[in-house]
RNA sequence: CGGGGCGUGGCGCAGCUUGGUAGCGCGCAUCGUUCGGGACGAUGAGGUCGGAGGUUCAAAUCCUCUCGCCCCGACCA
């Protein structure tokens, strides 16, 4: 391909609006080009470089037997209406109506339409088990797009489903997808971890998403570098030191004016904020008031607060909705709430003689006893996991580090088949839903992910089995160098006759520009063809990633493009 | 949805406070010189100042409304 034809632009400088490096580079070298917000075109290069990710992930798709297909954007209303989610998906879902007046909807996942495709297509269970996967474009109208094309609301995605005569089924789909995830990352240039997940909205026993740390990452992770644990924050377990074991002391109400915060109350009573118990109030969306306690040096995670009261969504209380219940913001505490559910968490529980509100504004009181003082509905561990908190699993401090999910797997069940009736008869001769998985892959992050793992200063670095192209050929010396321009044009015209096009910078430009802009693109191998080159016996090849340059004959170097 | 910021030629920006002929750098076009690290000279094209309404003799500039984009938060398979 030759520069001066193809589409594309390099800008000199960073665009005003792009912040992470995979952003900024991406359009700076012509890429990708934003249309609206979170809404992108790939140019040629960046549409080259979504191809053979597509390609790495499909040859791995492939290889445990997941069959390709394609299933449609647009959806009717109804199939959503049947498993229940046209209701329970809010605004992120685009809903619009045909010319007959038909909701329609655009598809933000497919496993309605396998679910109806099994229920056409499966009658026996020697139909099972069966994977299927395919590339296409969802639409989620997220509230908020943010970093290029990290986050966006259109984008294609990979997306397997294994259906399962079990779970014991499912659970070979899923190892085989976990399996081909981690290889599909590797070849991919990403280091992506594995991380046990929440499985929110989408139901299911399992999930893991695969992360690749960057600290522009919206998902926090706990890791342990002692014993490799790693989970979701949203999930992950902490492991605090047992409180010390104290007889209960009788309650002692004290003044504490203007202490209305955990850090003032420390403060004022001279006490550690581990021996204070603080209350959070949440209102979910059944309208119900929940009011969470924690030790008051530790947060709660609402993640695993949602899942142990059973609640979708939360909202923060207003004051009157807690004094309703008989509560004082700021000098709160279960004690004589009621109209509210209460939830402690574990270590609050065992924790002896805490300083918690009076429920009187200026008042705390000493020595709460969880049950003796109040009784919780619910004891759960509610609490977010910090930095330095030991490991559920071996008890070394773990870390807290940012990642991008580039891919999640999911065992989802049989949510959507029972819903749609998506059955097979058995061995035993009697209906059983399949049992089915899915699996996820953002091609668009994946290659913004990329981009943030190779780069430096002068541009994008890529890995050879994603690069746009092999090569980027730089001649200099233009149309006065017939024989530069000679050997660049039998390069160039040998890998493209041999099916391994290469990029040639045939434009008029100066070397300056042209060097940089070849940095920039990224290509793994910058291969300079100059009458000093040739003077020295060939061209010069440049590797990329590392800066090694070296001077080939123009032989080896030929014989190297078109190799097969 | 809350908070903040920004919309001026393809890109990056100044001009707005204090209304009075729309500017700079890069890019682009033509010609000449140059040619291994974003060259130089000359000439030139290109802008409804996001949009609508208002104030005014006069609006990029002041006022109102509106659209779009970015960042933080909320939210999120």
Redesign the pocket.
């Known amino acids: 391909m030759r520069l001066s034809q193809l589409f594309f632009?390099?800008?000199?400088?960073?665009?005003?609006?792009?912040?992470?490096p995979s952003?900024r580079l991406l359009v700076r070298a012509g890429y990708v080009r934003?249309l609206?917000?979170?809404?992108y075109s790939l140019l040629p290069l960046g549409f080259r470089v979504a191809k053979r990710v597509e390609q790495v992930i499909r040859e791995e798709m492939d290889g445990i037997g997941c069959q390709e297909l394609e299933m449609p954007v647009v959806h009717p209303a109804d199939l959503w209406r049947e498993s229940g989610r046209y209701d329970s998906i809010?605004p992120?879902m685009a809903r619009f109506k045909d010319r007959a007046g038909r909701d329609m909807v655009l598809a933000?996942?497919?496993?309605e339409v396998v679910a109806d495709l099994l229920r056409d297509i499966v009658r026996s269970y020697r139909q099972l088990p069966l994977m299927v996967y395919h590339f296409q474009t969802?639409f989620?109208d997220?509230?908020?797009?943010?970093?290029?094309l990290i986050?966006v609301r259109e984008f294609v995605?990979k997306?397997s489903y294994s259906c399962d005569l079990d779970t014991a089924g499912l659970d070979v789909s899923y190892e085989k997808h976990y399996e081909a995830y981690s290889r599909i990352f590797e070849r991919l240039g990403l280091r992506a971890i594995a991380v046990a997940?929440?499985v929110?909205?989408?139901g299911g026993s399992a999930?893991h998403?695969f992360m690749v740390l960057n600290p522009?990452g919206?998902?926090e992770l706990v890791l342990c570098e002692a014993c490799g644990f790693s989970a979701n924050r949203q999930v992950a377990k902490a492991r605090v030191s047992e409180p010390p074991a104290e007889e209960s002391l009788p309650l002692e109400e004290v003044a504490t004016p203007g202490a209305a915060t955990i850090a003032d109350l420390a403060a004022f009573l001279e006490i550690s904020p581990e021996r204070t118990a603080k209350a959070i109030f949440l209102v979910d969306g059944t309208g119900r008031l929940v009011t969470a306690v924690v030790r008051g040096d530790m947060d709660v995670n609402?993640t695993k607060l949602a899942n142990t009261v059973k609640a979708?969504?939360?909202?923060p209380a207003q004051p009157e909705e807690i004094r309703a219940a008989g509560m004082w913001p700021g000098y709160a505490s279960p004690i004589g709430a009621h109209d509210t559910l209460v939830v402690v968490d574990e270590l609050v529980a065992r924790s002896s003689n805490l300083v918690a509100g009076a429920n009187r504004e200026g008042f705390h009181l000493r020595n709460v006893n969880a049950g003796r003082d109040y009784t919780p509905d619910v004891v759960a561990d509610i609490v977010a996991a910090r930095e330095g908190d030991g490991c559920p699993s071996c008890g070394a401090p773990v870390s807290i580090r940012n990642g991008i999910?580039v891919g999640?797997i999911?065992k989802l069940g049989t949510k959507y088949t029972q819903a749609l009736g998506a059955t097979y008869l058995g061995e035993d001769g009697n209906r059983h839903p399949i049992v089915m998985g899915?699996y996820?892959i953002g091609v668009g992050r994946a290659v913004a992910c990329i981009v943030e793992a190779h780069h430096d200063v002068?541009g994008i670095a890529w890995p050879e089995q994603v690069a746009p192209y092999a090569a980027h050929l730089v001649s200099?010396?233009?149309?006065?160098e017939p024989k530069v321009q000679a050997v660049a044009r039998r390069l160039h015209d040998a890998a493209a006759a041999a099916g391994r096009e290469v990029l040639w910078d045939d434009r008029?430009e100066?070397?300056?520009?042209k060097?940089?802009?070849?940095?920039?693109l990224g290509m793994p191998r910058i291969v300079?063809?100059?009458?000093?080159?040739l003077a020295a016996g060939g061209?010069?090849v440049?590797v990329r990633a590392t800066g090694d340059?070296s001077i080939e004959p123009v032989e080896a170097v030929e014989a190297w493009l078109t190799r097969s």
């Open positions: 632009t390099t800008l000199r400088d960073d665009p005003a609006d792009a912040e992470m952003h934003q609206g917000a979170g809404i809010g992120e933000m996942t497919h496993e969802k989620r997220e509230p908020r797009s943010r970093g290029g986050r995605m997306d997940s929440d929110g909205m989408m999930a998403e522009a919206e998902d609402e979708t969504v939360f909202r999910e999640n999911f899915s996820g002068k200099i010396g233009g149309a006065r008029d100066s070397p300056g520009v060097l940089t802009d070849a940095e920039l300079t063809i100059s009458p000093r080159s061209v010069e440049t340059r």
